[in-house]
């Protein structure tokens, strides 16, 4: 599946504390760049990176599951926007804290 989930992360300034708060989580985390980390469960993979100064992320999810990415950005205290595409790539819902 193509990635189907977008986002923000308004008050993260360091997304290497983020991606070991993830691993705490019991997530998967590895540095696939310089300062971007690819986090995953059974349900989620995301990169988490910085563009232009503004944390973001991008991946996939299982669309019954975009709630538990929201508990879990919500649970390490994180400020998000996300956004939900579908096959077509249509927007088909946003979440926010």
């Known amino acids: ?6 986002g923000f992360m308004h008050n993260v300034s360091d997304l290497e504390s983020l991606a070991r708060a993830f691993a705490r989580s019991r997530w998967r985390v590895r540095r ?4 971007e980390y690819e986090v995953e469960c059974s349900w989620c993979q ?3 990176f910085d563009s232009g100064g503004m944390p973001k992320f991008a991946g996939v ?3 019954a599951s975009a ?12 400020d998000y ?3 939900l595409y579908d096959v077509d790539g249509e927007l088909v819902r946003t979440i926010l804290p």
């Open 61 to 63: 999810v299982e669309p």
């Open 32 to 35: 696939s760049a310089l300062d």
């Open 67 to 78: 709630d538990k990415l929201a508990d879990t950005f919500r649970s390490l205290d994180v």
């Open 46 to 48: 995301v990169n988490l």
């Open 1 to 6: 599946m193509d990635n189907n989930v977008y």
């Open 81 to 83: 926007e996300i956004e």
